[in-house]
């Protein structure tokens, strides 16, 4: 059975950084992207990036480039999401996610991932 805990999430004031981390167990996931996909009050879930298998890639989306970095560690089946100058508007429960076949792009849509964790609440005061 496929779980992804994830964890770092908390308040932190405007420009400062969390360090969102993701735990994965079930199965081994060095040869599957993981995205991190985040959802504020209100609104639709939307993507932030992802990593490819092999580390090799990263996509991100446009509000979080040069500001976030996704790295993983396929030793310990764990993904991180780094997150500097934060801003009110990143506020949301962020959510990390691996995609259901192996191999896949960094470029997948949300369709393209199985297995979602429970999500942490980050909030952003300005």
């Known amino acids: 059975q496929v779980q992804l805990v994830e964890s770092g999430g908390g308040l932190v004031q405007a420009g400062g950084s969390l360090r969102l981390s993701c735990a994965a167990s079930g199965r081994t996931f060095s040869s599957y992207t993981m995205g991190w996909f985040r959802q504020a009050p209100g609104k639709e879930r939307e993507f932030v990036g992802a990593i490819k298998w092999g580390a090799t890639n990263t996509n991100y989306a446009d509000s979080v480039k040069g500001r976030f970095t996704i790295s993983r560690d396929n030793a310990k089946n764990t993904v991180y999401l780094i997150m500097n100058s934060l801003k009110p508007e990143d506020t949301a429960v962020y959510y990390c996610?691996?995609?259901?076949?192996?191999?896949?792009?960094?470029?997948?849509?949300?369709?393209?991932?199985?297995?979602w964790g429970q999500g942490t609440q980050v909030t952003v005061s300005s």
């Open positions: 996610a691996v995609q259901s076949a192996p191999y896949g792009s960094v470029y997948g849509s949300e369709s393209v991932y199985g297995y």
